[in-house]
């Protein structure tokens, strides 16, 4: 079947179907014929089962997608396939389970939708993916191609709306190499530093006939990554780190996605070096070893922003030193020489300029490093510091009995009941900083959410994602807030229709509690949005979506409580109803010094 | 509100001498310069397919580079083509700006220029014709050549460098400009040098492993 470079298809098929009473008969036959010949020969015999035959070439066990109209051949493929797919209800929840998949296997998730409303509805997690650069490859329906650009019915420019938030995406316009297109686009999301990839499948295409099976799943040869650093460098950084008096290693998200942990580890107890974490970087480093800072930043440790703001030299790794991190610049590690090792060139020196530029896999890096230093940094002077400023910045807090429920009582419960390989998703605001302060990460893929694009509501799509990823004896637990559970609660529905066992438990302060926070320290008072005069019942809720709902009110009934939810073998969803009035410390202001953190609120 | 924590407050805490400015750079506090932007021409190589100057044009405006002009053409090879882009930023953009080309897909290959490269732009400017031998006059100070003439307008074409362009539209503006079209710069690196082969420049460091200062190429405005 042959198609013009406009990929005018479904013109050319009528064409050739036109039989012509004088001496289309045999001519039609021998079509017929041949055809036929092709289809014996290969399984594949239309565009859309090359799409789902590239999927199962690269071993996806699981889609997450909404059907529609201009998706329906890839879904038609899709019903002989082993591929498990999922049914959410909402396609926003599809790309958040897709990503949230991909974070936890380290493989890229796979998310569905139709053209149009489906496509953009997978935006918002597409974006948060590219943020996050989560593996991810999104596969939308198109109109028909000769429809496309006459605003058709559910046309959107998909690929020019999803370019600026993927790391590739295409238009796919012929059925012979549509599959080699999804081939590329899951090698794209997986290669390098990761990211969301998507292709645009118009229907006529998905729906033409090919006999071309997609071949091997590779990246362009325009794309190359640089695996090994550049030996002087790391010779020059090796020298660096030996003379240091006050270093620190900065563990970001690329510790994880680069499964570097162990290397880091290693690095960074073998030379006593104190760890400082980023967000996306929780779980690269057991917060429990007495190495561990944990996590810097806007909401970060007060020993962290300490330990930040005054080393001499900083290997920060996988890391794009992103606002949240840094505060203002001009007080980001004033004195720190900074060896930045990643895997992608345009982060080096982007926001903070690296003495010691490493471009290169994160865990190849740090096994050149480990090789060239050959000595120790002398820092006890500057690890008693450390220890001393965790002395004095406790994340202690009180809970005097004549105050409602404290938040991270209920975070610590939740971590003291579960294992250490639990996975955590959240939403996004006041709970999810308590569940980064106050649950305690020691394995790397434990830690789902939404970091650089901040979405609402990712906690409870990611959740089913997660749980499919996840081993058995993983439970999942999925910490929301009120405000950001209220935005994709309906995917407890899937959750219920799969039976997947997920804990869900809502640090409910009747709030959008982080607006409500700052709208008391920025804008005096005045909750303008932020409060709630009527809110649901979430454990009925649940109960009506054939959940297991509960509720907390008070302290003793937060263990027994957490250990029933835990039991039930289902999703469960517990209500956690929380001091309205908790906020969230340590802070460091929007583009602030961290280490002059606020402790309080006439801190700031 | 609660949620306090315990511990010195911020005024009681030990503070670093160091600053950075805003570029992420490490510099004497008492010295707070920001650093000066530099014009410099950038050719990329990239695949001749269908939504490339999309892509280039899209990463600009997205993340605010300070963009000059941006021209794009047909190579010596059939699948290939040629963006110039003449940006002005301070030195920290321009790499940034080479980074982030180069992570295009489509993109081959990124250079940035040396200041000696052959860069040139083409413009047609429209005159009232009132005095059409003084205008034939300045065209030919120029180089440029009169491509139409009617009684009430005559249209020049000049090819040149920025600066020539720039000069030659303020000897024109004697006349009464009508209309401009510039084509934006193109640019060729000379003799046998490609023009965008691949580097990846790696900085330099002294035998005790301090770094360097990274080599910056001198003001190119020609």
Known sequence: MAHDSAGRTPMSERAASVTSPDDGEPHDEREAHEYEERATASPVTTGAEAVIRALENVGVEYAFGVQGGAIMPVYDALYHSDIEHVTMAHEQGASHAADAYGIVAGEPGVCLATSGPGATNLVTGIADADMDSDPMIALTGQVPTGMVGNDAFQETDTTGVTKPVTKANTFSSNPDTVGDDVGEAFALANTGRPGPT???????????????????????????????????????????????????????????????????????????????????????????????????????????????????????????????????????????????????????????????????????????????????????????????????????????????LKPEFVVEALDAATSDRAIVTTGVGQHQMWACQYWTFTEPRTWVSSHGLGTMGYGMPAAVGARLAADDDQEV???????????????????????????????NNEYIGMVRQWQDAFFDGRHSASEYHWCPEFDTLAEAFGAKGFRIDEYDEVAETIEAALAYDGPSVIDAHIDPRANVYPMVPSGGDNGQFALSEDQL | MTGGLEGPPPEERPRPAGRRNSQGIRIDPEVEAEPDTRRTVISALVKHEP????????????????????????????????????????????????????????????RELEPDAMRRE????????????????????????????????ATVQITGSRQKIEAAIETFSQFGIREISRTGTTALARGVEDTAARERPTPTYAEDGTPTSPQTTPSDDD
């Open chain 1, 198 to 404: 998507l292709v645009d499948l118009p229907k006529d295409v998905t729906l033409a006939e090919t006999d071309s099976q997609p071949g091997p799943a590779r990246v362009p040869d325009t794309y190359e990554v640089q695996e090994r650093a550049d030996d002087d460098v790391v010779r020059a950084a090796a020298r660096r780190i030996e003379a240091a008096e006050r270093p620190i290693m900065l563990l970001g998200g690329g510790v994880i996605k680069g499964d570097a942990h162990e290397e880091c580890r290693a690095f960074a107890i073998d030379h006593e070096i104190p760890v400082v974490t980023t967000m996306p970087g929780l779980g690269a480093f057991p917060e429990d070893h007495e190495l561990a800072m944990e996590m810097a930043g806007m909401h970060g440790t007060g020993y962290a922003n300490m330990a930040i703001t005054h080393c001499d030299t900083m290997v920060a790794v996988g890391t794009r030193f992103d606002d949240r991190l840094t505060g203002g610049i001009e007080t980001f590690a004033p004195d720190a020489e900074i060896i930045h090792v990643d895997i992608d060139p345009a982060e080096i020196s982007k926001n903070i300029h690296a003495e010691y530029p490493l471009v290169g896999d994160a865990a190849t890096v740090l096994e050149q490093l480990a090789e060239a230093v050959t000595e120790s940094p002398k820092a006890t002077k500057w690890r008693a510091q450390c220890q001393q400023w965790k002395s004095e910045y406790p994340m202690a807090y009180q809970t005097p009995e004549d105050e409602p």
């Open chain 1, 477 to 507: 637990i999925c910490i929301e807030g009120d405000g950001s559970f209220l935005m994709t609660l309906q995917e407890l529905a899937v959750a219920v229709r799969e039976h997947l066992d997920i804990t869900v438990v809502v640090l």
């Open chain 2, 51 to 110: 939504g490339v100057l999309a892509d280039v044009s899209g990463l600009f405006s997205r993340r605010q580079f300070n963009i000059e002009s941006l021209t794009v053409g047909p190579t010596e090879d059939d699948e290939r083509a040629r963006i110039t882009l003449v940006i002005e930023e301070p030195e920290p953009g321009i790499e940034q700006a080479k980074k982030q080309l180069r992570k295009l897909v489509p993109v081959i290959s990124v």
């Open chain 2, 122 to 153: 083409l413009m047609l400017i429209k005159v009232n014709a009132t005095r059409p031998d003084r205008v034939a006059a300045v065209a030919e100070m120029y180089g440029g050549q009169t491509v139409d003439a009617t009684p009430e307008t």
